[in-house]
């Protein structure tokens, strides 16, 4: 203590920096320059503060600056100490002190037992050194952020108080006399960048765990979509089969219980009235063909074969009632009726369902109302499309949907008719009583998008 008080004029200089430099070095380092620094790659403690390229580089900033305020406070020494006694302890123990800070403890490394020790060592050799040189103060700032970086927050809040105390007996002991300042400055400044280290920390806490979060939300994201994916799968791999449910329904199954119809009837009068067995078998031949052709359409997607020869969906009707009448042979007659002129070309999707629709009521007819005359009326509206198909036959009773009350096996015209309009976004109505004859009725809405299922 004698060399110091002695050694305390020719510090009169250096007193300012010592003074304010080592109360400011924990509060600089607190402010924010150096919190960023006291985390390394890899380092996998949850609360340390900083990662990134912009950490490591503020790290070795901090490591640049302990080697320079140790180099510094030795050399200080050096200039107001030559040739005094302690001087081979001060220069052994600045060397210690700068092997132990290599081999010691990183920023922001995980508190393992030997990286504490190591710790507890520099911290030590520090004292030792801050004891012997009061000027070697300076050196806290790292060991500060180092203790804050790796400690638990009880251990590091009780390491930060420690180097507080030594950097206040430092700077007293290098003061002329007691200065309150020196006094209060450290600890206020020491606790105010604790502070400040301590919200970084838990910045980073949350930014873990919001960035856990994000990850949960991007995992459940490729889930649903997953998900959907396998439910629009069976949604599609569904309504491709109730498409071609419909599809066969209405071409070739028809056209074969027709052919079926027309060659028993063939069979029956085969002996008594060949010339007109010979008419059922040539009816069932051209309905074979056109079967073959629908067939041939269908395999390739493509529109019904009326509406392929072109003519549109008028065309295309007229010819359906003109080869139903021809088949019936005078059982039946069928007559096609247009009302209104189309705005725009109706959608192929329109034009195809109530065609089809057209073919699945008429078969109703042909099979089951025993009627001798049909009639199909296309009406063309401002924002709609109706088809309407009426018939003499014998009729039936209806339930609110429209469907026959005592179902057959062979049931699925009209649901395949209502599922054509629902895709269409439009309403199938059923208008029947017994001896009155059937209506029924397909309103399409052209303005409407499309029902997807």
């Known amino acids: 203590m004698v060399e110091h008080r002695s050694g305390s004029p020719d510090h009169g200089p250096g007193i300012g920096p010592d003074a304010g430099g080592v109360p400011g070095g924990p509060a600089g380092g607190g402010t924010g320059a150096e919190q960023p620094g006291d985390e390394q790659p890899g380092d996998e403690r949850p609360g340390v503060a900083g ?19 140790l180099g510094a406070s030795l050399t200080r020494f050096l200039m107001r100490h030559p ?12 060397v210690t002190l700068a092997v132990l800070y290599l081999l010691g403890p990183v920023l922001g490394s995980r508190p393992t037992p030997r990286r504490l020790a190591r710790l507890a060592v520099l ?3 520090w004292m030792v050194l801050v004891v012997l040189a009061p000027s070697f103060a300076w050196c806290a700032v790292p060991l500060f952020y180092t203790g804050l970086g790796i400690l638990p927050p009880r251990a590091a809040l009780a390491l930060v ?3 507080t105390v030594f950097v206040v007996a430092a700077q007293l002991r290098l003061a002329d006399g007691f200065d309150p300042n020196l006094v209060l ?14 919200h970084m920390q838990r910045q980073a806490v949350r ?3 919001l960035a856990a979060r994000q990850r949960e939300l991007i995992d459940d994201l490729l889930r649903t979509r997953r998900e959907l994916a396998a439910i629009e799968r069976r949604e599609g791999t569904l309504a491709e089969r109730q498409r ?5 329904h209405d071409t070739l199954a028809q056209g074969l219980s027709s052919q079926q119809m027309l060659l028993q009837a063939a069979d029956r009068t085969w002996s008594a009235d060949p010339d007109a067995a010979r008419r059922h078998v040539r009816t069932a031949t051209g309905i074979a063909e056109r079967n073959l052709a629908e067939a041939r359409r269908f395999v390739h997607d493509l529109a019904p074969a009326d509406l392929a020869e072109g003519g549109g969906l008028e065309a295309a009707l007229h010819a359906l009632a003109a080869r139903e009448s021809a088949q019936a042979e005078g059982a039946l007659t069928v007559h096609c009726h247009v009302e209104g002129t189309p705005h725009a070309p109706l959608p192929d999707r329109v034009q195809s369902a109530l065609l089809r629709i057209a073919q699945g009521a008429l078969a109703n007819v042909r099979e089951h109302s025993g009627a001798s005359a049909a009639g199909l009326t296309l009406t063309h509206l401002d924002d709609r499309v109706v088809l309407d198909v009426g018939d003499n036959g014998r009729g039936f009773t209806a339930d609110p949907e429209g469907v026959r009350g005592a179902r057959t096996v062979r049931g699925h015209g009209l649901p395949a008719m209502r599922a054509r309009v629902r895709q269409l976004g439009g309403t199938l109505t059923i208008e029947s009583a017994p001896g009155e004859g059937t209506v029924l009725s397909a309103e399409v809405p052209l303005t409407t998008t499309e029902d997807p299922t």
């Open 83 to 94: 040739g005094e006694a302690r001087t081979p302890w001060i220069i052994t123990l600045s």
């Open 185 to 198: 400055a450290p600890p206020a400044v020491a606790a105010v960048a604790t502070a400040v280290f301590v």
């Open 123 to 125: 911290v030590v050799v």
């Open 244 to 248: 071609l449910s419909m599809e066969i």
């Open 161 to 163: 108080a420690l180097l």
């Open 51 to 69: 990662s990134g390229p912009d950490a490591r580089w503020l790290a070795l900033l901090m490591h640049a600056a302990f080697f320079l305020l």
């Open 207 to 209: 930014q873990r765990e």
